[in-house]
């Protein structure tokens, strides 16, 4: 089996629904299937075993994606905003590409690589061609390449087999599940495995797509209003944007239903507001990776309308979780020495699953003997089998012996009005192992000084998570899908 039995099956189904763009000029299920199999047609006939995509997301990606899986290739989309030398790199390392490009993004290319064709022009040759019948794909074949964000290290390229794909799709979305008024919007980059997700899931319910290939909160604001739109996934300096633009007032929002969130972690300051301007609306937090072809752990809607309005000090907390494993999945937690720990207790976060792929293009896979993955991620889970995600494992701060998360200082440093944003790190240091360095983006309007919000920590926290130094900044780097980029801030902490 591969991707293309998700396409055939979402085609027989609702053949005459608009699958991508808006109510009015949208492109149905048919066309869809037509075209994508036109551009299989147009792949086989420039001899390609990878297709590349740099540009933006759009109606276009789950035409190439889909020309793809029928040509028996990998789909392979790159980061537009990489460099020239950075884009050049990736590719030359494929054999016999084609890079379906942006007009935007084509002069990059000039004289760099072999066979290269705009987006447009290749989607014109598809709805021309005619359509190529599917080759029948190795399910362990590779589907997609994605390269990881590369927020601690080099960029590696995560293959997605179609068994991978096939296997979170088939166990957690209904074929044929939404209604024919239903209409999600896409405002990830195509390069997230976010976009791979979203573009399976939705064609595979019957779901329109709406596109918002460059993110701004109005324009997202609008668009969820005029396009009746019901359901959106936002990364959280998305949400965080979009509350900024409103301010103290409610979302007007009449159609949508369920605002799901992930990518990078969501603050709980920002959580909190987020559920008070949308309040009929229903949050679904998604934790996932690029290795595992998406969400491992969801917090769903009543979830998160239960722990909000609790008393219960636990039951409150499990606002800060990611909620339980999907059907599938499993989700251990490990001490260093590799045994199982208790509930309650935090390690390093192991998960296994037939959607977790766990392999490097040139490097194999990184499964352990019985089929698990390190994700890298340190956490815990409490006794219901809630999943807390405590940042990534080289983020721990270990001063005096004590493993610190920096999650923990940041929620409440976040919660002081002066603080727009804030990232903690460690800073090696011979008495206590490691120092807390806050980098701080206060408010523009903010007076404040670095001992009060010292102060502030401490009232909160015990003194041990304290901020040694306050470092202010202007803003904070981060990835477009909202991912701190520490490493960024680890020079900066090694040239002072």
Known sequence: MSLTLLL????????????????????????????????????????????????????????????????????????????????????????RFLVVADDEYLPLFAGAVGDVIATSAFLAEAAAADPADPVDNDDSSAAVLLFTSGTTARPKAVVLKHENLLAYILSTVELGGAGEDEATLAAVPPYHIAAVGSALSNLYAGRRVVYLPD??????????????????????????????????????????????YGGARMPLPVLERALRAFESVGFCNAYGLTETSSTIALLGPDEHREALASDDVAVRQRLGSVGMPVPGMEVQVRAHDGSVVAPGISGQLWVRGAQVSGEYRGQGSVLDSNGWMDTRDRGRLDAEGYVYVEGRGDDTIIRGGENIAPAEIEDVLLRHPAVKDVAVLGRPDEEWGEKIVAFVV???????????????????????????????????????????????????????
């Open 442 to 496: 206060p408010e523009s309007s903010a007076d404040v000084d670095a001992e009060a919000l010292r102060a502030f920590v401490r009232e909160r926290l015990r003194g041990s998570r304290t901020p040694d130094e306050i470092v202010w900044r202007t803003d904070l780097p981060h990835t477009a899908t909202g991912k701190l980029l520490r490493r960024e801030l680890r020079a900066q902490l090694a040239l002072n």
């Open 215 to 260: 993110f701004d909160p109005e324009a997202w604001l609008r668009l969820v209003r005029d396009e009746s739109v019901t359901t959106a996934m936002v990364v959280p300096t998305m949400l965080a944007r979009v509350l900024e633009v409103l301010g103290d007032n409610k979302a007007d929002a009449p159609s949508l239903r369920l605002l799901s």
């Open 8 to 95: 055939d099956m979402a085609v027989s189904g609702h053949p005459d629904r608009i699958a991508l763009g808006t109510r009015a000029d949208g492109l149905t299920f048919e066309l869809l299937g037509r075209h994508a199999a036109g551009g299989a047609t147009v792949l086989r006939r420039r001899g390609a075993r990878h297709m590349v995509f740099v540009g933006r997301n759009g109606p276009c990606f789950p035409q190439l994606l889909f020309a793809a899986a029928i040509a028996g290739i990998p789909f392979v989309p790159l980061n537009y905003r990489l460099s020239r030398e950075h884009l050049v790199e990736m590719i030359a390392d494929l054999d």
